[in-house]
Each structure stands twice: as structure tokens, then as C-alpha cells.
């Protein structure tokens, strides 16, 4: 989510370590995972995750391709607007500044040196609200809010920004 209204790491260029609680109404515990987001440029992202299936999704200027494990991988074409239209949760984590402003509106507020973003759809969507803490060009949480009900809570940690992350041959070849 890197909107013009949105933090932007320095250069486009991020790592970062996360772990995610997300919590459903029918389902006693939360469930957790972990993993890391590498963003090489705003067309060039990974989001991975190691725990608790492991799974990886890349994001480039044309497409998000989702591949796990041992699964023939699933491409979504961003080119297409009918297509992008129908991938809310896509655009919202991976979008460019042009579908982010048509999907959602963003407003922030600054306290004590901390940005906090609310960022709601303005069409009807899965997701009903986002709420994200920032200092500086550094994300610290994203809390999304889903119509059904359900939360799920990114907390980031170890981010280190402006320098190119490693490992870029191993997802865009």
C-alpha cells in the first residue's frame, strides 16, 4: 500500500519481517503466520510467508502471481481492470497509486511523530476498513477489517529501508 498519501519506503526499495494474527468468528484461536515482504521497486514485491504453510506472492507491474509449495502457480492480470476490479485485497497490498485512489480513500493524521492512516473502499469490497500505523517511511501495523466480521493484524519489525533487499534473482528472473 504505497499510495501517494501513503508512506514510501526510501527508493522503493524495503525489507521487513511480519507476523500476522487473524482472528474469525467462528474459529476459537486466531490464526498466526510469519514471514518477510521484499520490495525491490513499487512494480517489484514479494510477500512471503514460512509459517504456518509456506507460500510466496510476487507482484510486478503486469500481474500478482501467487505459488505454493508444490502448486502450479495462480497469475492474476493486473492489466486487466475488470479482472483488478475483482481483487480488492490485491490492490489494496499491491496495487499502484492510480487503483489505490480509485478503490479507496485514504486519510491520515500525525501525533506525536506517528501517522495514523485510515484507509476504507469506496465500493462495496470484502474488506470494510484499514487502519495502519507508520513512523517515518517505516509501516509498524496494518489492521484490516473485514465485512464478515473478521480482523486480521500485521505487525512489522527489523524493517530496514532504502537499501535493495537480497535474494531479487531468486523471485524475478
Do not use: C, W
Request: proline fraction near 4%.
Amino acid at each position: 500500500m504505497f499510495a501517494a498519501d501513503f508512506p514510501r519506503p526510501t527508493n522503493n526499495l524495503m525489507s521487513t519481517e511480519y507476523v500476522s494474527e487473524k482472528k474469525m468468528r467462528y474459529v476459537k484461536k486466531p490464526i498466526t503466520a510469519a514471514g518477510k515482504i521484499l520490495m525491490y521497486s513499487q512494480d517489484e514485491l514479494v510477500y512471503t510467508q514460512d509459517e504456518p504453510a509456506s507460500f510466496v506472492v510476487t507482484k510486478t507491474a503486469k500481474a500478482v502471481t501467487y505459488q505454493r509449495e508444490k502448486m502450479a502457480p495462480i497469475r492474476v492480470d493486473l492489466s486487466d481492470s475488470s479482472a483488478a476490479g475483482q481483487h480488492f485485497d490485491i490492490i489494496a497490498l499491491f496495487g499502484d497509486d492510480e487503483q489505490i485512489k480509485q478503490y479507496y480513500d485514504i486519510a491520515v493524521t500525525d501525533e506525536d511523530g506517528v501517522s495514523h492512516y485510515t484507509i476504507t473502499p469506496k465500493n462495496e469490497s470484502k474488506i470494510k476498513q484499514m487502519n495502519a500505523l507508520a513512523v517515518g517511511d517505516k509501516l509498524s501495523s496494518l489492521i484490516i477489517f473485514y465485512v464478515d466480521g473478521s480482523t486480521l493484524k500485521y505487525t512489522f519489525r527489523n524493517t530496514v529501508t532504502g537499501t535493495k533487499p537480497a535474494d531479487y534473482e531468486k523471485y524475478f528472473k
